[in-house]
């Protein structure tokens, strides 16, 4: 299965969430390969603790992506880069070339699950990948605002006009919870993911809270130690939809 993970705007997790869906397929026993399609903003490999690695060369010009700890194979720009500060300076046709070759070029090895960590928009990669690439379908990551109803509204009339199908809408840094009394605090205000779920018939798979141990992990590159009750019920919700 090929799955896209997309956004309408940056800085909603959709990358956190890509790994967090990695990892927990892979503790479930199933081979699991990310494609790190942002190829201006790549933190796949930092997620999942492989920043210092290298990807290998093969032959016929193809390569070996690198394993996580979790033996999850990663393909990144970053992990051909000498310095993963360097930035990529690149125009958009080169930029879809790229992603079409990390999934034709690179030896996945047999796999029951691909996620590819899109870039956010509507722009040349998610065009590319709905165009070059078999995808199963997409996952739709938000964030609580209204203002981001309109641009998930974007986000999924782009996939129905491609025809992909989307399996839900995950909505990341939804609340925080009290450590002391486990109040919810939304503080981004009401929610409008559920509404915009609900105009268009789609799952609301998960309504995600900001957790200061995920984002240790995260910026640690452990992000496959993490545990969590809500994250266990968000991952089930996935993989039986």
Not at 144 to 168: F, R, Y
Request: aromatic share 8%.
């Amino acid at each position: 299965k090929i799955i896209g993970i997309m956004s309408g705007k940056g800085g909603v997790g959709k990358s956190t969430v890509s790994a967090l869906i990695a990892r927990n397929l892979a503790k479930q026993g199933y081979k699991v390969g990310v494609l790190d399609a942002d190829i201006t903003g790549p933190s796949i490999p930092r997620l999942l603790g492989v920043k210092d690695a290298k990807a290998m060369g093969a032959p016929n010009n193809c390569i070996y992506p690198v394993q996580s700890s979790d033996g999850i194979k990663v393909m990144s720009l970053n992990l051909l880069l000498e310095d993963e500060n360097q930035p990529v300076i690149w125009r958009g046709a080169m930029i879809s070339n790229t992603v079409k070759q990390f999934y034709t070029d690179v030896i996945w090895g047999e796999l029951d699950y691909l996620l590819i960590d899109m870039p956010p928009g509507t722009g040349d990669v998610p065009l590319t990948v709905f165009q070059s690439l078999p995808l199963d379908g997409i996952i739709i990551v938000t964030s609580p605002q209204e203002l981001v109803g309109m641009i998930v509204s974007k986000a999924v009339n782009m996939a129905k006009k491609m025809d992909v199908d989307i399996i839900g809408i995950v909505e990341n840094m939804s609340y925080v919870k009290c450590p002391d009394c486990d109040k919810k605090i939304y503080m981004f205000g009401k929610s409008h993911s559920q509404e915009v779920a609900d105009r268009y018939q789609l799952p609301l798979l998960g309504q995600l809270p900001i957790d200061s141990e995920l984002t240790q992990l995260s910026d640690q590159g452990y992000v496959e130690n993490y545990h969590s009750d809500w994250f266990d019920e968000f991952s089930q919700k996935v993989k039986d939809i």
